[in-house]
């Protein structure tokens, strides 16, 4: 079996073009006259992955469940149709005022000879508000950036179910692993209690070491049934994250690699900027100017034109009317809402600081725990396994010369599997830190 796959290299490329098609790039602006008339259509993009459950596979790999996940999760199809109703305001943000159809009537219903419709006064007219200051493109500019953020955020969660099935699948790789150490020590506590039967029957030894081996080869065997109910529940963990009720699957295919590589911290943090978390700030910033020219586009004052005609009762004539309003802005400047723009900038900048930091303080934790491993690994591998393995071979030897009792020989036994068992412990730790490390620089481990 091969080695679990990096989860960088099976997410690919983090998405940043996020924009629908048929709206216009507002980057490639400079005003209102430059946007076109009428109201365009967002093109509408299917929901990626699938509905439904997964068909029964008798083997997984780490791509397919993530694959799995991927398809069917369904925090990952809500932040992507995130992303399309922001196309929607995106699409919205740029539409001109609809004009204005009045009608108004006058000098009726009163007194005299104004108590009927003779001598009435009938006006038609279409107004228009005119948008100064190139406020429809600073809308679209603004809500452009939205989009592009709820890009981020559908990255974010993507990165987030992709670690968080890779670690359960680790778990599920763990648990068959330790299974097959543990179906090894039943096999050679019923190898070792075969042994001392003979020894019993032959005179060469006590009954009571053939109960002491019986309790091992029972213990043996207990602690293996309890590993694959382990198992099991790691592998319905697992099945979770496609929306499985039970397992779908036969076996997690892969090995917990051996690797004890621990790179530098300085060399991780030169590269963490592209985890989506971080990298969205830069559009977040952008949004925030945006925002701000919405504001200061706002205290341009707008003004409306009408024109109609008015048709006079009396005489039956016919006269044309037209209007222009402006707002004198007197009281309200929108200042308020520009300082507001302008201190959400500035905060901002402290925001993206204090998300450099969360990451920067889980990567260091997360270092940490690849270092405990790796050294756990390292020395269980080279200090305590090949040393126990070495004295439970001669304690065998020993025993079958009548030299030592069956205390010692399952003394030794016990400490040979015991540390294999660490040694899966720590591979599966290793993997699962490596994992966490890999969602938060965005990239394969070991090419650093």
């Known amino acids: 079996m091969t080695a679990l796959m990096s989860v960088a290299g099976i997410l690919g490329p983090l998405t940043t073009e996020v924009w629908a098609q048929g709206v216009p790039v507002p ?20 929901v ?38 922001r196309h929607g305001e995106e699409a919205q943000a740029g539409v001109k005022p609809n004009p204005e159809l009045l009608m108004e009537i006058e000098n009726f219903a009163g007194s005299k000879d104004k108590s009927s419709f003779g001598a009435a006064e009938t006006t038609f007219s279409l107004t228009q ?38 670690r359960a699948y680790v ?24 042994s001392v039967d003979a020894r019993v029957k032959g005179g060469k030894a006590s009954p009571i070491e053939l109960d002491r081996i019986i309790v091992a080869s029972a213990r043996a065997k207990a602690l293996s049934k309890a590993e694959q109910a382990r198992l099991e529940a790691a592998k319905r963990r ?18 917990l690699g051996g690797s004890k590589n621990v790179p530098a911290l300085a060399r991780l943090k030169s590269v963490i900027e592209n ?49 222009v309003s402006i707002p004198l802005q007197f009281f309200d400047t929108n200042k308020g809402n520009i300082v507001a723009a302008e ?55 020993g025993y079958d010369e009548g030299k030592f009792d069956i205390l010692n020989v399952l003394d030794a036994q016990r400490s040979v599997f015991e540390a294999r068992l ?20 965005g990239r394969d481990l070991g090419g650093l």
């Not at 008798?58 to 990952?76: K, M, Q, W, Y």
């Not at 939205?146 to 179910?161: F, H, K, M, N, P």
């Open 27 to 46: 980057d490639e602006l400079s005003s209102d006259r430059e946007l076109p008339r009428r109201e365009w259509i967002t093109e509408i993009h299917p």
């Open 48 to 85: 990626p992955g699938r509905y439904g459950r997964p068909s029964y596979e008798a083997s997984l790999t780490l791509r397919e469940a993530i694959g799995r996940a991927l398809d069917f999760n369904p925090a990952v199809k809500a932040a992507f149709l995130e992303i399309e109703a």
């Open 129 to 166: 508000t005119i948008e100064l200051g190139d406020k429809r493109l600073r809308r679209l500019q603004a809500a452009h950036l939205d989009a592009s953020l709820a890009g981020w955020d559908y990255e974010t969660i993507r990165v987030q179910v992709a670690t968080a099935t890779a």
């Open 171 to 194: 778990d599920v790789v763990t648990a068959q692993e330790r299974i097959k150490v543990l179906r090894d020590f039943v096999a050679i506590a019923e190898k070792t209690q075969a």
């Open 238 to 255: 697992l099945a979770v994250f496609w929306g499985a009720e039970k397992p779908d699957f036969g076996t997690a295919i892969g090995r």
């Open 275 to 323: 985890n989506p978390a971080l990298a969205r700030w830069s559009d977040e910033v952008g949004r925030r100017i945006a925002q701000l020219d919405v504001e200061v586009g706002k205290s341009v004052p707008d003004f409306r034109v009408g024109a109609g005609v008015r048709h006079f009762a009396e005489n039956d004539s016919v006269a044309a009317v037209a209007s």
């Open 343 to 397: 201190q959400r900038i500035a905060k901002a900048e402290f925001d993206r600081e204090t998300a450099r930091a969360e990451l920067v303080g889980a990567l260091v934790e997360a270092l940490g725990e690849l270092d405990v491993a790796a050294t756990q690994l390292r020395v269980f591998e080279t200090e305590v396994l090949p040393p126990a393995q070495s004295a439970f071979d001669r304690t065998k030897v």
């Open 422 to 441: 660490e040694i899966l412990n720590a591979r599966a730790d290793y993997e699962k830190a490596k994992v966490r490390i890999e969602a938060i620089i």
